[in-house]
C-alpha cells in the first residue's frame, strides 16, 4: 500500500465519495479517530450489561431472521457469531476486484463507527488493519438482495476470524496464512459481532461509492466528445451561450455547458456556424441539457449515499445514550438505490443521444461530406456498419434500464419481505458505463473522421487534445479495415480517461 499518502482519519468528519475512491483506487492508509473510539467502547459495554440481565435482544441473545425466536446462551456467544459468518457466506463468483474489496471494507468500518453496532472494538479495528496492510478478502459480487449484503460481506468476516481466502501483495491465499505473514491473530467474535458484520450494505455501499466517481469521469468526457462531433459537422454555438443557459439555470445543465464551452476554447467555431441553417438537430442541440440531467442524479445519487455512509445501518441499533438496543430497519437501502436507478435512465437518453450524432455524422445532408465518412466512397464503405455495432450497444443499455429495486421475494418464513437489489442495481449502472465507453468512443472516431475530411477547422484547446488522443491510437480510415480494432482502442480511451486526461492537461492554466 502507499506510504506516500496521509492518512485519512475516520469518523470526526463527514467521509465523501471521493475518499472512498482515494482509499480504494489509490491506496490512501486509514486511520480511526478518538471520538469513534470512544463510541464504539460505550456501545460495547451497553451491550454486555444487557446480555448480563438477560433482556432479550435480537442478534445478540436471541436468533437472527426466522430464527429470532431461538434463545442464545452466554456459553455460546462464540460458537453462535463464528456459525453466523460461517452461513452466511452464500455469494457467487465473480469476486469484486481490489479496488471494490477496498471500498466495501471502507464503506462498513466507517458506518460502524457511527457507534451504533455494539461490535467489539478490535473487529472495526481490523477492518482498518486489512485495508493498511493490503489484506483483500475475496468477496462474491453476486447473492445479495440488498436487504442488507449478509451473503457478501460475510466472507469479510470470514478473513477476521482466519477462514477463506484472501489477496495479498497480488497473491490469492488463505487467510490464516495471511494473518500470519502480517502478524495479525484471527478474532474470536462475542455477542452481537458476527451480526454486524454481516448486516450491512456496505457491497452496495463501495461498490456504489466508485460508480459515482465513474460516472462523473464518463460524462466529463462525453461533453468533450460531443464538443468535437459539433465542430465536425461545424455545427450551431448559439446553443451553448451563456445567456441561453442563464433563464433555465438547472445545476447540471450550467456544468455541462460549461465544460463544453471550456473544451471549445479557441475553436473557429464560434466565428464560423452558417446562418442559413438556423439550428442544428435536437441531438447536437439540447446536449447540455441531457447531460446535465445525467450531472443531476450524480449529485442526488451522492448526496444520499454518503448520508449512507454516514450513519449506522445497523440492525438491532445500540442507543448507548438511552441505554436501550432497538430493533430497526435502517439497513433499507432503497432510498439511495433509486438515485442508481434513475442515473441509469438518464444515461440512456446519453446513448442515445450519441447514437444519433454518429449516424448524422454518416449522413451528407447533415455533414456535406462523403457517406459513411469514406475516404474515397467508390473504393471503400467505410463506418456503414459502425452504426449497427452503436445501435446494438445502446439497445444493451436499454434492456439495462428496466427497474430491479422492485423485484424481490418474501423470505425467512414471510419475515423478509422487502428488498431493494442494491447490489445487483449498482452493477448493472456500472455495466451501463461499460457500453456506452464504446459508443462514446464510436462517436469519437466519426468525429475525427470528420474533421480530417473537412480539413482547415481550428479546434479547440480541448477537443484539439481530444482529437489527437483519438489519433494517437486509431489513424484515419483511408482504405477499408477492420473496425473492431478501431472499435477496442477509442472505447479504451474513453473507459481509461485517457481522452479527459488529455483534455485537462490542455486546458490547465500555462
Same mark, same amino acid.
Given at each position: 500500500m502507499s506510504d506516500r499518502l496521509e492518512a485519512l482519519v475516520l469518523g470526526e468528519a463527514p467521509l465523501t465519495v471521493e475518499q472512498v475512491r482515494d482509499v480504494a483506487v489509490r491506496g490512501r492508509p486509514v486511520s480511526i479517530g478518538p471520538s469513534p473510539r470512544d463510541r464504539l467502547e460505550a456501545a460495547r459495554r451497553l451491550v454486555f450489561e444487557l446480555a448480563e440481565m438477560d433482556i432479550p435482544v435480537y442478534?445478540?441473545?436471541?436468533?437472527?431472521?426466522?430464527?429470532k425466536d431461538k434463545t442464545i446462551d452466554p456459553s455460546f456467544f462464540a460458537s453462535f457469531n463464528r456459525n453466523l459468518i460461517l452461513s452466511h457466506s452464500a455469494g457467487v463468483l465473480p469476486y469484486a476486484s481490489r479496488e471494490e474489496t477496498r471500498a466495501v471494507m471502507l464503506a462498513r468500518l466507517h458506518t460502524l463507527l457511527a457507534g451504533h453496532s455494539g461490535i467489539q472494538p478490535a473487529v472495526a479495528y481490523r477492518y482498518a488493519d486489512f485495508l493498511n496492510l493490503g489484506i483483500h478478502p475475496l468477496i462474491p459480487l453476486r447473492g445479495s438482495v440488498g436487504a442488507a449484503d449478509i451473503t457478501t460481506v460475510s466472507h469479510i468476516g470470514l478473513a477476521m476470524i482466519g477462514e477463506g481466502e484472501?489477496? *495479498?501483495?497480488?497473491?490469492? &491465499?488463505?487467510?490464516?496464512? =495471511?494473518?500470519?505473514?502480517?502478524? *495479525?491473530?484471527?478474532?474470536v467474535l462475542g455477542p452481537k459481532d458476527g451480526l454486524a458484520i454481516v448486516s450491512s450494505n456496505a457491497l452496495s455501499a463501495g461498490t456504489g461509492a466508485l460508480a459515482i466517481g465513474e460516472c462523473a469521469d464518463l460524462m466529463a468526457t462525453a461533453d468533450l466528445v460531443y464538443a468535437l462531433s459539433l465542430e465536425a459537422i461545424r455545427g450551431h454555438v448559439s446553443p451553448l451561450e451563456e445567456a441561453v443557459h442563464r433563464?433555465?439555470?438547472?445545476?447540471?445543465? &450550467?456544468?455541462?455547458?460549461?465544460?463544453?464551452?471550456?473544451?471549445l476554447e479557441g475553436s473557429d467555431l464560434w466565428n464560423d456556424s452558417d446562418p442559413d441553417t438556423i439550428q442544428d438537430p435536437l441531438s447536437f442541440r439540447d446536449v447540455c441539457q441531457i447531460?446535465?440531467?445525467?450531472? @443531476? =442524479?450524480i449529485r442526488y445519487a451522492e448526496n444520499q449515499l454518503e448520508l449512507h455512509l454516514n450513519s449506522s445501518e445497523d440492525n438491532p441499533c445500540v442507543l448507548p445514550e438511552e441505554r436501550r438496543i432497538l430493533s430497526s430497519a435502517n439497513f433499507e437501502s432503497v432510498s439511495w438505490? &433509486?438515485?442508481?436507478?434513475? %442515473?441509469?435512465?438518464?444515461?440512456h437518453h446519453v446513448s442515445k443521444s450519441a447514437c444519433y450524432r454518429t449516424i448524422k455524422l454518416g449522413t451528407p445532408a447533415f455533414t456535406g461530406l462523403p457517406r459513411f465518412l469514406t475516404a474515397d466512397e467508390y473504393a471503400s464503405i467505410g463506418f456503414c456498419t459502425a452504426q449497427k455495432t452503436i445501435t446494438s450497444l445502446d439497445a444493451e443499455i436499454r434492456q439495462l434500464i428496466n427497474p430491479v429495486s422492485t423485484d424481490y421475494y418474501s423470505l425467512a418464513g414471510d419475515i423478509e419481505d422487502h428488498a431493494a437489489n442494491a447490489p445487483h442495481v449498482v452493477a448493472k449502472t456500472r455495466a451501463?458505463?461499460?457500453?456506452?465507453?464504446?459508443? *462514446?468512443g464510436i462517436e469519437a472516431l466519426h468525429a475525427a473522421q470528420a474533421? @480530417? %475530411?473537412?480539413?482547415?477547422?481550428?479546434?479547440g484547446r480541448g477537443t484539439e487534445a481530444v482529437y489527437r488522443a483519438v489519433r494517437s491510437a486509431v489513424p484515419f480510415l483511408d482504405r477499408d479495415r477492420i473496425l473492431t480494432n478501431d472499435i477496442e482502442m477509442a472505447g479504451s480511451l474513453v473507459r481509461s480517461g485517457e481522452l479527459l486526461t488529455r483534455a485537462k492537461a490542455a486546458l490547465a492554466p500555462i
Open positions: 442478534g445478540l441473545n436471541r436468533g437472527v431472521g426466522w430464527n484472501v489477496e *495479498l501483495a497480488g497473491n490469492r &491465499l488463505p487467510a490464516s496464512e =495471511a494473518l500470519r505473514r502480517t502478524g *495479525l491473530e484471527p478474532l433563464v433555465r439555470p438547472f445545476p447540471g445543465q &450550467l456544468k455541462s455547458v460549461s465544460g463544453i464551452r471550456e473544451a447531460h446535465g440531467a445525467v450531472y @443531476d =442524479a438505490t &433509486l438515485g442508481f436507478e434513475m %442515473l441509469g435512465v438518464a444515461l451501463i458505463f461499460e457500453r456506452l465507453c464504446y459508443i *462514446l474533421v @480530417d %475530411l473537412r480539413g482547415g477547422i481550428k479546434l
